[in-house]
């Protein structure tokens, strides 16, 4: 149950919801012994009865109270109300970085404040053990005085004794500012992935883009962990070169490599300001059409619309005719680089199931392409020879889209080729590609995409295209259908035992469609790729919120299988068989489930 708008939550009394996350809601309160309006961070009920992640939410509120800084948030209080916990911090009237940006080019002034500010505050944190683990402009808020504050230390971790402060299910991170070694699961983090992700927002302000974006978590994730950084230079030529020096030091792959502090950081990037001979002049930096990247078209909330630091006139006031240049290039030049990481970057695999990636929780696995071989360049723009060793229907596939680069049927037909091939990857690539050519609305395009690759029992695509469909019936006014729901459901219950799913669905877009199928998606991924224990959890999580969702004894028998426990598991499975109120696929999936233990 949510805080109601004029509920008193303890001293506090509710005046609006202020946004929503995977985890926790934020209200504006107004706190009448004080006379001053606070911000609740209130926990989803979902974990009122789990008494260890109480114990971690009471330790970290402890640790961020303790972070008294002029430039982070501070927080007053924390408690529970009616058993659900909550934080209490200062409300910051104003806006947040990332909507700064989408207004346009940030002042000198305002690149001044976000090193000094930002860097100030993540060094005082530093030194207090805590690391933040989320930079990204939305995490920075600009009040209405001009201060600048970091905010949602809720992923701190406390660097000495590596003791995580949120429980595993959260995302730690967002894809177009993860640090390499957070993207793989790495627990050993130190200050260096907070020095990365800062080292992506000053990029994001001097080039005009973030580095990596793509149109899936993968897509963006793998490129921290294995692609060359993109030269800003190259990207946006009004760079000064001792910029990009910095920027390059601050983005290394290795933590060694990078400054041994933030503080380094901040004063390296004023300084090479400085030797260049513009002071922070944001204002001299533009950017020119034709440096689009391919992949500056992302889907993730997350990721901020792409903005030049020094754009001279309105976004709205450009022309038209530029805009449909910078599409073409955009489709061709997609076209191009999808081509080619079939050509060189992807290897042959051998059957249909998704290849082992690395994920925010498994065991990191070998570069396809190491850090000292960059990927070859495309050269000039135009369609290269097709690859000797695709399939006929592959082969005729990619003919189709070398005649219809713009249709996003056509890339369709060839990711789903590439997929009977046995060429995983690169099948996501291109249905990446198919879905961004189709739009965000393209309803008709999704559920086609969904039914053929559920035909080919593809679930991590499906759940991904299923996932696409949920917003669009919702932005239409009326609710997912029955028969829509559950095909979602039964793509993202299938979809969860493999290695690669999180970075293809987000459990938070999950959680924002169905909050108890988010749960059941987090335990069994955790029951194929992570801990028995984590599993059950999750499974409790899933059963606080909707106990009588069929999904959950389908997941009990399933952890009762792996734990040995074959008379309990057939118990839940013989229930879920003869209940004709189940969805056709979990009595199925009963069924052989029986057969596999009699």
């Known amino acids: 149950m949510s805080f109601a708008v004029g509920e008193n939550v303890g001293p506090y009394r509710i005046i ?10 934020v209200y504006k309160a107004y706190h009448a012994s004080l006379d001053r309006y606070v911000a609740i961070k209130a926990l989803h009920q979902a974990f009122n009865e789990d008494s260890t992640f109480l114990g971690r939410f009471q330790r970290e509120a402890r640790v961020v109270a303790r972070l008294e800084h002029p430039n982070i948030v501070p927080v007053y209080d924390f408690s529970e109300h009616e058993s659900r916990p909550y934080l209490v911090m200062k409300f910051i009237e104003g806006d947040t970085l990332k909507a700064r940006l989408n207004k346009g080019p940030l002042t000198t002034e305002e690149i001044e404040k976000v090193v000094d500010s930002v860097g100030s505050a993540l060094g005082h944190a530093h030194k207090q053990g805590i690391l933040h683990r989320d930079i990204k402009p939305s995490n920075v808020l600009i009040s209405t005085e001009g201060t600048m504050y970091l905010a949602d230390f809720g992923l701190a971790r406390i660097a000495q004794a590596g003791e995580s402060t949120l429980s595993a299910d959260s995302i730690m991170g967002t894809p177009q500012y993860i640090s390499p070694e957070q993207a793989m699961g790495k627990k050993d983090l130190d200050s260096g992935t907070d020095i990365y992700s800062f080292g992506v927002m000053l990029y994001e302000m001097v080039v005009g883009q973030v580095p990596f974006s793509a149109d899936t978590p993968f897509s963006i994730i793998h490129d921290h962990i294995y692609t060359p950084l993109p030269l800003p230079m190259e990207i946006n030529p009004k760079v000064p070169e001792p910029v990009q020096r910095v920027l390059l030091k601050a983005l290394a792959k290795e933590r060694t490599d990078r400054y041994a502090t933030v503080e380094e950081l901040s004063v390296a990037f004023k300084s090479a300001w400085r030797e260049a001979g513009v002071p922070i002049q944001g204002s001299a930096i533009t950017m020119r059409p034709q440096s689009v990247q391919a992949n500056a078209h992302p889907v993730s909330v997350e990721q901020p619309a792409m903005k030049t630091v020094a754009a001279q006139r309105p976004a709205a006031k450009r022309s038209s005719g ?6 073409g290039l955009v489709a061709i030049l997609c076209l191009v680089l999808g081509l080619f990481a079939v050509r060189g970057r992807f290897p042959r695999l051998s059957n249909r199931q998704p290849t ?81 050519l189709a739009g965000q609305t393209n309803k008709e395009f999704f559920m086609n995409a969904a039914q053929e690759f559920k035909s080919r029992e593809a679930w991590v695509p499906t759940a991904g295209m299923y996932m696409r469909l949920a917003p669009i019936y919702r932005l239409e006014g009326g609710e997912i259908p029955i028969e829509v729901m559950d095909d979602l459901s039964e793509s993202i219950y299938k979809a969860s035992e493999h290695k690669d799913m999180p970075l293809f669905v987000f459990y938070e877009r999950i959680d924002s469609v169905n909050l108890p199928l988010g749960y059941v998606a987090r335990a069994r991924y955790a029951l194929y790729n992570g801990s028995m224990e984590e599993a059950k959890s999750q499974v409790l999580n899933a059963e606080q919120v909707k106990p009588d969702m069929y999904e959950i004894p389908l997941l009990k028998a399933e952890i009762a299988i792996k734990d040995g426990r074959l008379d309990e598991a057939k118990a839940f499975l013989l229930s879920l068989s003869s209940d004709l109120g189940a969805p056709e696929w979990v009595r199925q999936m009963a069924d052989e489930y029986l057969q596999s233990i009699q």
Do not use: C, Y
């Open 16 to 25: 609006e919801q202020l946004g929503q996350g995977g985890m926790a809601t």
């Open 356 to 436: 082992a990636i690395p994920t925010a929780i498994s065991v990191p696995v070998q570069p396809t392409v190491s850090e000292d071989q960059p990927l070859p360049s495309p050269g000039p723009v135009g369609l290269p020879t097709p690859p000797q060793d695709l399939s006929p229907e592959a082969l005729a596939a990619f003919e189709l889209v070398q005649k219809n680069p713009g249709d996003p049927n056509a890339h369709l037909q060839f990711s789903l080729a590439l997929w009977d091939d046995g060429e995983i990857r690169p099948a996501m690539e291109e249905l990446a590609q198919a879905s961004n």
């Open 322 to 327: 530029w805009m449909w240049v910078s599409i």
